[in-house]
């Protein structure tokens, strides 16, 4: 597949013009061909005419349409898993098993999604069937379903370069709504973003989607994503990044003559509770895990695990030891980007200036042109951590901080501390349950997903799972960006009253011609209106 570095907007191709910027390798700091062009001005404008365009049809289409074209992206990505797995790698110096595996969850969603919306119960249809005799007023006939909002504009992040990306989650389930899609790319990694552009666009071609229902743009995001997020026809973002670049969308967004909903995944430190029966039963465990969940990528994860709180006991000592010998041993871990890599360094010196805190351990790696960082074990006791708030921001690499000698007194203040995480982690007994019942409650107001005995980094995209969070996690705590539930942030309740059958939705039809479950006069069925409710279709 020939890269040519230009935008693609629906059916075609972007102009070609003064190159911007290339791809670098992470490995040697080297620029990678080819040279990518800036999308224009007309060229954004042209990108959200066709979305809107395309939104009068592809809003309309059966769910069994929308799920053949999500079907064909990921046949068509796996097609070229090769050449793509290739590309990333070069771009991001990700290992291939990894790059294997997010190509693989990457097709998995699209799947996912193309079930949900082929069955089609997901658009929650109800109806209350009118009573014409009703006093005082007569009741009319509602019937209400989820639709689309219109175009989207999803900003690809760096770290996951496929499953965060192009036809990445918030690709997937806007697509899956109903929504035409614009993909702002990353500029760390344009090459793989090209390649699975393309493939959606030839998706797009052999499904007989409208034109516009997908396009990729290239270029800066002060430029050509604020253009995009302050359009007037563009009616949603979905964004995964920093929370300065996801804090200043949602700015653009509610400054908007019509402010429009951004759905952002920003920081997250992950907070780990190893309370004192677990770490006295399996401290060697707890630690090795520890410490591959924080390197995991790099620590270049959403869910690394950035802060651990470890409680006054005397198993304390041998968890620690092991945990820094693992960092002692470690190799050198490549960053993404230039700019990650040089914020890392950054912020990793700054915090060894910080009172109260202190480097348990790290691993030196030499200078030179490529992003290579080692990994930082940092300390610092309760009462320090709780003094210093600026101790629970995140630091974006192969690093995290324990926090020592805490009460149980002091771990439940730090716990109603806490701002908007992704995760929370607990490693407990049963009998540690019993003794710490508060403190699930407290964080049960502060993350969107509580581990057991595990560790946050792996999401298993499911139905269940919740990867979101209490802000500054997200912008909206009651979203998700992976799984099923993420497809409701692209939709919009409305209501039809007193319409005549024929001009109703299929999925509102007395006949209930699509099979699907619908909530009718208050009981969840899948009967046609008029006909008796059958043993087990409730």
Not at 59 to 68: E, T
Request: hydrophobic letters at 40%.
């Amino acid at each position: 597949m020939e890269l040519s570095g230009t935008s693609i907007i629906g059916s075609r191709r972007g102009e070609a013009g003064a190159a911007i910027f290339n791809a670098v390798e992470p490995r040697t700091g080297q620029p990678l061909p080819p040279a990518f062009v800036s999308a224009s001005s007309d060229e954004i404008e042209a990108a959200v005419a066709l979305a809107h365009e395309a939104f009068v049809r592809y809003g309309h289409l059966p769910g069994r349409d929308r799920a053949a074209f999500l079907r064909s992206i990921a046949q068509g990505i796996e097609s070229v898993a090769e050449e793509l797995i290739d590309r990333t790698g070069k771009e991001t110096a990700l290992p291939k098993a990894r790059l294997q595996t997010e190509t693989a969850r990457t097709c998995g969603q699209l799947r996912l999604f193309a079930g949900l919306v082929e069955e089609g119960s997901w658009v929650n249809a109800r109806i209350d069937n009118p009573d014409p005799d009703r006093k005082p007023i007569p009741k009319p006939g509602l019937r209400s379903m989820l639709r689309p909002l219109g175009p989207v504009v999803v900003f690809a992040p760096s770290n996951f370069p496929l499953a965060f990306s192009v036809a990445g989650g918030d690709t997937a389930s806007a697509l899956a709504a109903g929504n035409p899609v614009i993909v702002k790319a990353h500029g760390a990694h344009p090459g793989t973003s090209e390649i699975v552009g393309l493939v959606i666009q030839a998706s797009a071609h052999q499904c007989g989607m409208p034109e516009g229902v997908f396009s990729l743009l290239f270029g800066p995001g002060a430029e050509v994503g604020t253009a995009l997020v302050k359009h007037p026809l563009v009616k949603a973002v979905g964004f995964t990044g920093s929370r300065a670049g996801g804090r200043a969308l949602m700015d653009l967004a509610a400054a908007r003559p019509e402010p429009i909903p951004v759905y952002t995944e920003m920081s997250s430190t992950n907070p780990v509770f190893i309370l004192p029966g677990a770490l006295r039963r399996n401290a060697d465990a707890i630690a090795t895990g520890l410490y591959a969940s924080f390197t995991l990528g790099a620590g270049q994860f959403c869910t690394k695990p950035g802060m651990v709180f470890v409680p006054q006991d005397s198993s304390a000592d041998d968890f620690v030891d092991r945990l820094r010998t693992s960092v002692q041993e470690s190799e050198p871990f490549t960053l993404l980007t230039a700019s990650i890599h040089s914020t890392y360094c950054k912020e990793t010196a700054q915090r060894k200036t910080v009172p109260g805190v202190r480097v348990l351990a790290e691993k030196p790696v030499p200078g030179g042109p490529q992003f290579n960082v080692g990994a930082n074990l940092f300390e610092t006791n309760a009462s320090s951590f709780l003094h210093d708030p600026a101790l629970a921001s995140e630091i974006f690499g192969p690093s995290t901080l324990l926090v020592r000698e805490a009460s149980r007194d002091q771990l439940l203040q730090i716990a109603r501390n806490l701002e908007g995480h992704l995760t929370a982690t607990i490693h407990g007994t049963e009998d540690d349950l019993r003794e710490f019942s508060d403190l699930i409650a407290i964080l049960e107001d502060k993350v969107g997903r509580i581990i057991f005995n595990g560790f946050p980094t792996g999401v298993e995209v499911s139905h269940a799972i919740v990867h979101g969070g209490p802000y500054p996690a997200t912008s909206d705590g009651r979203s998700t960006s992976v799984g099923s539930h993420a497809i409701f942030r692209f939709t919009r309740l409305l209501c039809y009253q007193n319409f005549p059958e024929s001009a109703l939705p299929p999925e509102l039809k007395d006949e209930n011609p699509m099979g699907i479950w619908r909530m009718v006069d208050g009981e969840m069925t899948r009967s046609p209106i008029g006909q008796p409710l059958e043993a087990g279709v409730r």
